[in-house]
């Protein structure tokens, strides 16, 4: 499995070994004609708007279960779901709901193991009936993922970002053999955080590292300004970037071997930021590293930035 990062309006979601093509506008959407289609409601920060590419040396089928649309290589599998909020809904129950979904999906495709999740939704720090919209939504993620019985230990690498459009899109990657949970020795592992931060923890990891040939990939998750579990520098760009990358850098040392990014998102929460991010971030990651800036809401209210993306670890 690999991921390239292209511009440009051609739609190659049906060439052979294609199983997601992500782009990036102001809604939600998802191609009811090709399940591998989906654009995310973030607003790219450079033009032209760039396009993830996930690929497969495997021959890809593609189809639906249940809401979730899908395609397949056998081991690898890529699922998209885009729900509704109902009017007067709660996002607890629509979280509940999604990983409902998606663990039954995972149940269908023979126990696969779930590797990385993209959650979006929207007015993610607005707070609703008392409770933080983030925050309900970690409550039904959890209800989900507690009832099925998954392990702390194999929680999947993941992000949670703030879309400017509705409703609640999820793209999803699992797989047949399971990957390896990774946390970062600078943070408290997200599943363990203190109640200060809401009635139930984040269920997710700090990073996945997964099999590939030759040697392993490393599934990041949004990694942001953060040690133990304090948000350092709030509402600080330059500070937030310096602490994200020492976050990266010590979470890549944990995952043991020497890494080379294939792609990287940066969500960032003020647009009008992004001009004297770039010229940083391209010194930090190098010019063949392609970046793909987003502005996006971020889980925390003084984050103003969040990175991730996908790495490759070299051979042991």
């Known amino acids: 499995m690999r991921l390239t990062v292209e511009t440009g309006s051609a739609a190659p979601a049906a060439a052979s070994g294609c199983l997601a093509e992500i782009g990036f506008g102001r809604e939600h959407g998802l191609d009811p004609a090709e399940p591998r289609r989906v654009q995310v409601g973030l607003p790219p920060l450079a033009e032209p708007a760039p396009r993830e590419l996930w690929w497969s040396e495997r021959p890809v089928e593609i189809g639906r279960w249940g809401e979730i649309a899908y395609a397949t290589d056998g081991r690898s599998h890529f699922g998209h779901l885009l729900l509704a909020e109902p009017a007067g809904g709660s996002l607890e129950a629509l979280g509940r709901h999604a990983y409902e979904q998606i663990l039954g999906w995972c149940r269908e495709l023979g126990d696969a193991h779930l590797l990385r999740v993209w959650n979006y939704l929207a007015e993610i720090n607005r707070e609703q009936a008392g409770l933080e919209r983030y925050r309900a939504f970690c409550v039904g993620r959890h209800q989900a993922l507690a009832a099925a019985g998954w392990p702390d230990r194999q929680l999947p690498a993941a992000c949670a ?5 509705p409703g609640l899109l999820i793209s999803c990657l699992a797989a047949a053999r399971p990957g390896v949970q990774v946390e970062n020795p600078r943070q408290v592992s997200a599943f363990r955080y203190p109640p200060r931060y809401g009635p139930q923890s984040p269920s997710f990891s700090r990073a996945m590292r997964v099999a590939a040939s030759p040697g392993q990939l490393l599934l990041i998750s949004g990694t942001a300004s953060i040690v133990g579990h304090v948000t350092i520098h709030p509402d600080q760009k330059a500070g937030q970037l310096t602490e994200t990358l020492a976050n990266l850098a010590a979470l890549l040392q944990a995952a043991g071997g020497q890494a080379s990014y294939q792609a990287l998102r940066v969500y960032v929460r003020h647009p009008e930021d992004w001009p004297s991010l770039a ?4 010194e930090a990651f190098g010019p063949a590293v392609p970046l793909v800036p987003l502005q996006g809401d971020l ?7 969040e990175i991730d993306g996908l790495a490759a670890l070299a051979a042991a």
Not at 161 to 165: H, K, L
Not at 299 to 305: T, W
């Open 299 to 305: 889980c925390r209210s003084d984050l103003v930035l």
């Open 161 to 165: 970002v703030g879309a400017p459009g």
């Open 279 to 282: 010229p940083l971030c391209r």
